[in-house]
């Protein structure tokens, strides 16, 4: 990512990560900063910190769970017949969400949006309707891709009694994008805000560390680790996108605009944000 923003270095050594590596540290540093707080004590078994740390039903695509909300579950999980059902069946539901829905979105956003080569200078050739087509189906399948692992994680947990916090709650029915914000990624954006966002709010009340907290909140928690230079790209779109509402009068015209108005300019500013992700 590095490289891709600043061309330094110019060779980048190739290195082999363990899965979900950008997880374990997150799940370390929440860790941490629970206990150092106070909100939990401190975890005596070593094998369960290595539990909380390794819980394989969300390392490698969330949700991010704080270790205050499931250090009690890790020592006393109670998995009820009516659980095991009810995760069953949310997992059945995600795993269709992926392999039916996100998977069928994916190839016709492909098809329509990602030139053979290459080459985005051909996507001039084809028609504004091909187009359009193309990135709704491309803003469908990254919503219901990333919502259907935290639904069968979410399913994993539930059946062996750990109860993860939803991580998707509608955003595209949102109307802000504060609103978007809120409705999307929730576990990872609740926990940084919780960690860096709060602490910088009660150190300094100004508006430029409310800024800088924003900023970083949403450009770079979509790619806590090591995401694709595309991800930070749309992370960076929110957060520019959230500051330039806040500095301007233009969100006082869209609140007093219809409803399906909003809806069609978010969706689209939404779209947009994730087609300049595809392009990078």
């Given at each position: 990512?590095?490289k891709f923003?600043?061309g330094?270095?110019?060779n980048?050594?190739?290195?082999?990560l363990p899965?979900?590596i950008?997880?374990?540290?997150?799940?370390?540093i929440t860790?941490?900063v629970d206990v150092?707080?106070g909100?939990?004590?401190?975890?005596?078994s070593?094998?369960?910190l290595?539990?909380y740390?390794s819980?394989?039903?969300?390392?490698?695509a969330?949700?991010?769970v704080r270790y205050?909300?499931?250090?009690?579950e890790l020592e006393?999980?109670r998995?009820?017949?009516i659980?095991?059902?009810?995760g069953?069946?949310r997992f059945t539901?995600?795993l269709?969400?992926?392999?039916?829905?996100?998977n069928t979105?994916?190839?016709?956003?492909?098809t329509?949006?990602?030139?053979?080569?290459g080459?985005?200078?051909l996507l001039a050739s084809k028609?504004?309707?091909?187009?359009w087509?193309?990135?709704l189906?491309?803003?469908?399948?990254?919503y219901i891709?990333?919502?259907a692992y935290?639904?069968?994680?979410?399913g994993m947990?539930?059946?062996?009694g750990?109860?993860?916090?939803?991580?998707?709650?509608?955003?595209?029915?949102?109307?802000s994008?504060?609103?978007f914000?809120?409705?999307?990624h929730?576990?990872?954006?609740?926990a940084?805000s919780?960690?860096?966002?709060?602490?910088r709010?009660a150190?300094a009340?100004?508006?430029?560390s409310?800024?800088c907290?924003t900023?970083?909140?949403?450009?770079?928690s979509p790619?806590?680790g090591?995401?694709?230079?595309?991800?930070?790209c749309?992370?960076d779109?929110?957060?520019?996108?959230?500051?330039?509402l806040?500095?301007c009068?233009?969100q006082?015209?869209?609140?007093?605009?219809?409803?399906w108005?909003?809806?069609i300019y978010?969706?689209?500013?939404?779209s947009?944000?994730?087609?300049s992700?595809?392009?990078?």
């Amino acid at each position: 990512n590095l490289k891709f923003f600043t061309g330094f270095p110019a060779n980048v050594p190739s290195v082999m990560l363990p899965i979900g590596i950008s997880f374990y540290t997150f799940q370390l540093i929440t860790y941490c900063v629970d206990v150092y707080r106070g909100d939990a004590l401190p975890q005596r078994s070593f094998k369960t910190l290595l539990l909380y740390v390794s819980l394989f039903h969300q390392c490698i695509a969330g949700p991010i769970v704080r270790y205050k909300d499931v250090c009690a579950e890790l020592e006393n999980r109670r998995a009820t017949q009516i659980e095991i059902a009810e995760g069953i069946n949310r997992f059945t539901v995600g795993l269709a969400k992926k392999a039916i829905i996100a998977n069928t979105c994916a190839a016709l956003a492909d098809t329509l949006l990602v030139p053979d080569g290459g080459d985005f200078s051909l996507l001039a050739s084809k028609s504004a309707l091909s187009l359009w087509v193309g990135v709704l189906a491309f803003t469908l399948q990254i919503y219901i891709d990333f919502s259907a692992y935290s639904d069968m994680a979410i399913g994993m947990g539930k059946m062996i009694g750990i109860h993860y916090t939803e991580n998707f709650d509608y955003p595209y029915i949102s109307s802000s994008v504060s609103e978007f914000w809120r409705r999307w990624h929730i576990s990872p954006s609740a926990a940084f805000s919780g960690i860096i966002f709060i602490s910088r709010s009660a150190a300094a009340a100004a508006a430029s560390s409310e800024r800088c907290s924003t900023s970083l909140l949403c450009g770079r928690s979509p790619g806590c680790g090591t995401a694709p230079p595309g991800i930070l790209c749309f992370g960076d779109f929110i957060s520019l996108f959230l500051l330039r509402l806040k500095s301007c009068s233009f969100q006082n015209i869209l609140k007093s605009s219809p409803l399906w108005l909003i809806y069609i300019y978010y969706l689209s500013s939404s779209s947009a944000g994730y087609f300049s992700s595809l392009k990078a």
